[in-house]
C-alpha cells in the first residue's frame, strides 16, 4: 500500500508546473491583445518608389464646351491606374464662392493611355464635358494608384476661365496647393 503522503508529495511538483504554465500561456494571451489595441490611422507607405505626382497640369475648352485636361506625372508611373477629373463650376451661385475650400460638384474617372515622355514621366489626355455650364470652372486632376492602400496623387487646384466677360463672375485670387487626402468622398 502506498502512504497518501508520499502521493501527495509526487503531484506536488506537477501542480506546480501547470499552474506556472497556465500563468505562462495566460500572460502571453493577455500580451497579445493588449498589443493589438492601439492607434489606428491610415497606412503610410514606406517605399516612395511605389509613388508618382503630378508635375504639371494644363487645362482648356474645347469648341462644344467640355474640358480637355493635360496632366504631366512623374515618380512611379507604372503604378497609375487611372485618373479622376474633378470640376467646380463658378458661376456667381452660393456653392461657388471664390474664397471657399474647393469643393467637386461632378467627378469623371479615365483610364488613358500613357505617353512615356522623357526622364521617365507619363502625360496622359482627358477630356470631361459638365453637365453644368459656366463661365469658369475650378478644376483638378487626381491619380489613382494600383496600390490600393497608398494616397491619391493630387493635383494642384487650378481655375479654368470660359468667358471672362460673364456678369457676377468672382474668381478667386489664388487657388491653394495641394490638400493631402487619402480617399475621394463624393458628396
Known sequence: MTDASTLTGASAPRTVRGRRMAAVVTLCVVLALGAAC????????????????WRSTTA??????????????QGNVDNLASVILEIQPIDGSAD????????????????????IG????AIV?????????APAYRWR???????????????????????????GLDLPVED????????IVIP
Do not use: Y
Not at 492601439?38 to 505626382?53: A, S, W, Y
Not at 482648356?60 to 506625372?73: D, F, K, L, M, Q
Open 38 to 53: 492601439g492607434k489606428k490611422i491610415m497606412p503610410v507607405p514606406q517605399d516612395h518608389r511605389e509613388l508618382f505626382q
Open 60 to 73: 482648356t475648352t474645347t469648341p462644344n464646351g467640355c474640358i480637355a485636361a493635360r496632366g504631366e506625372v
Open 96 to 115: 461657388s464662392c471664390a474664397g471657399c475650400p474647393f469643393q467637386a460638384t461632378a467627378r469623371q474617372e479615365f483610364w488613358p493611355e500613357k505617353q
Open 118 to 121: 522623357p526622364q521617365g514621366t
Open 125 to 133: 489626355d482627358v477630356t470631361m464635358c459638365p453637365d453644368r455650364k
Open 141 to 167: 486632376m487626381v491619380g489613382v494608384n494600383v496600390l490600393t492602400r497608398f494616397a491619391h496623387a493630387l493635383g494642384k487646384v487650378q481655375t479654368l476661365v470660359v468667358d471672362p466677360n460673364a456678369p
Open 176 to 183: 491653394s496647393r495641394p490638400q493631402q487626402q487619402t480617399e
